[in-house]
């Protein structure tokens, strides 16, 4: 029979495809890019293997071009993304084109950028290029740059422009060497690392004996406990050893804070991955890693990817994060795939987080994970102390109870900075018309307009829609429209009108939006400028404020009556998270968390006996009521234009396969919000307490979604182990 390749092609298909070798090529080896066409079009995919085909060789297409003369993804790194595709039930050819930067995704060559250095011979002076002052110059600044030499950007910067002729000149009296080299060049490292306390040296001894081995540790250490120094020496013992070593965290706004701590560490090229670098970028620091140039590699999400020819130990930082969890496209959570590439590869993963989430927590008590833990800050710094500000029957000033102030106003007074929490931008979430009730709404999702007082405009924040403030009630023509709710901007205007001349900042997405923004509002908070800080989750997680002695979290009761089961989890987190922001130094902080529910007892718990405590409350919860991690979850998700359709496909689908006793499907229902950016949505929920059972029931079932015809009406994915049920 006939050799074929088969090829993933970036298709919404689940299936690869079959092609005929390329006829002026070798044959291309699994991991290979290849162009090929599809259709009426071309695509870049991946080959996957050589097989026979069913197909006659008269109706299959030959590759048109080899793009890659040796596996761009190696074949532990297939076998990884083979599994993702089988795991998450999600198309092939999509999964491989997630993996890839987005250069090689489209069919640029796989070359990383490369620098010029130039190095001066031993022995040539500017003396011998008097005659020529340009290359006497050039001569002279290379003499002085020594045996490191210069990069082409540097001799334009001393240089100016025009400094190549004579350069070249240089080259060929052969009085210059030039060399190319990566721009990923090796930090300048060195520091030292930190007395480790008793607790931080048993969990770097644990994970460093697990080099070489798989073993899964989740470290559970409070704010400031010191997870950093676990991660930095765990991580140069890997080094060490001549392994690489891949280090995630959630979002990139936390990735600059501990790019500068490893550099700072460590001497050696490291490259940085996430959504924030330019394509070219990306690419290079992806092929640096996989050419194993980089013993160290930190990144975002989709880091999980990178080819890693000497891994060694991966760091998963704040595990907890959803944004581990992709939620478009590929919904795969990153954490649990680099759980599973650790076991394949062989070794160590290391899972830190002061809020472990339940699933990790459920892990370490069955024996999955070993569990580390950090009880106590190193140093002076103790954990903050944890108040209750009962809302009832108290007056509210735009949010802010009299306790409150008076806490504020104390703390200020002692010197300390203060920060106050609200996961809400803008200055309101509704616009109300006092004469009518007309309350603004986006027309195109089932959701409020948020009034922002700052540039007087209305803006839907789930799909971005936007209108400027109406002067008058579009339908009774007053004009006294009054916001309700709070939101980040009216705490700035509150304060600024309880606290005058005590400088306040808002960190939020609207107040750091312009490029530089977010750093020059740390500096001043981190100068001591600012005295109290406004902000939403994005002053919550990884700053290192030493002057913050009060913390006050303005709104905790969200997250106690939602129609998500994972609410109330989210909630402790980022309540703690935002805590560990208190007293960081030597001085002692206090945290107050003003509720309408002081005896909620999931609350009461998290206040009274911490985290560890609620988390046991938690996972009592959801043990009886079967939800994970004491069950396994798939969600069906469907949207389309017209309503009524969404509900109506998955009605059909949900009758193709008989019921089975160990798979339930509960709805379908409509979204918690129906209507979302024009489209409407519905869901069907598939839930078992046992994960093969699931995964079988889903691979017989979804051939059969794909192909009902009331598909074709709808948009639809399939989302295992979500994270969220909106």
Known sequence: M???????????????????????????????RVRVPFGRRTEIGVVLDHAPSALAPERLRPVLELLDSEPLLPADLLALLDWVATYYHHPIGE??????????????????????????VPGISPEQGRRAPRQAALIARLAAAGDAGLAAAELTALEGAGWQGAMQRLVAREWVVVEAESVLRAAPGGEMGLHL??????????????????????????TGGGKTEVYLQAVAAALAAGQQALVLVPEIGLTPQLVERFRRRFA???????????????ATAWLAARAGEVPLVLGTRSAIFTPLPRLGLIVVDEEHDASFKQQEGLRYSARDVAVVRAHRAGVPILLGSATPSLESLHNSATGRYHHLRLSQRPGAARPPTLGLIDLRRQPLDEGLSAPLKASVERHLASGGQVLLFLNRRGFSPVLLCHECGWIGRCSRCDAHFTYHAAERRLRCHHCG???PLPTHCPACGSVDLRPLGLGTERIEEALARHFPGVEAVRIDRDATRRKGSMERLLARIQAGEARILIGTQMLAKGHHFPLVTLVGILEADRGLFSADFRASERMAQLILQVAGRAGRAERPGEVLIQTHHPDHPLLATLVTEGYPAFAQAALAERQAAALPPYAH????????TQAGEPLGFLESVARLLPPEPEVQLWGPVPAPMERRGGRYRAQLLLQSTQRPQLQRYLDRWLPLVEGHEAGRRVRWSLDVDPVDLF
Not at 197 to 222: N, P
Not at 268 to 282: I, K, N, T, Y
Not at 633 to 640: F, S, Y
Request: with cysteine.
């Open 633 to 640: 979850v798939a969600l069906l998700r469907a949207e389309a």
């Open 268 to 282: 050696v090229p490291m490259a940085v991955l996430h959504s924030g670098l330019a394509d070219g970028e990306r």
């Open 2 to 32: 006939t050799t074929t390749l088969r090829i993933a092609v970036p298709t919404p298909l689940r299936r690869a495809f079959d092609y005929l070798p390329p006829a002026a090529s070798p044959l291309p080896a699994p991991g290979c």
């Open 465 to 467: 829609a936007e209108r």
């Open 197 to 222: 306390t008793a607790e931080q040296a048993t969990a770097v001894a644990a994970v460093v004996a697990s080099l070489g081995r798989f073993g899964a540790f989740l470290l559970e250490g409070i």
């Open 95 to 120: 999964v491989m084109a997630t993996a890839l930067p987005v250069a090689l995704r489209r069919g640029d060559p796989a070359r990383p950028q490369r620098i010029q250095r130039y190095r001066l």
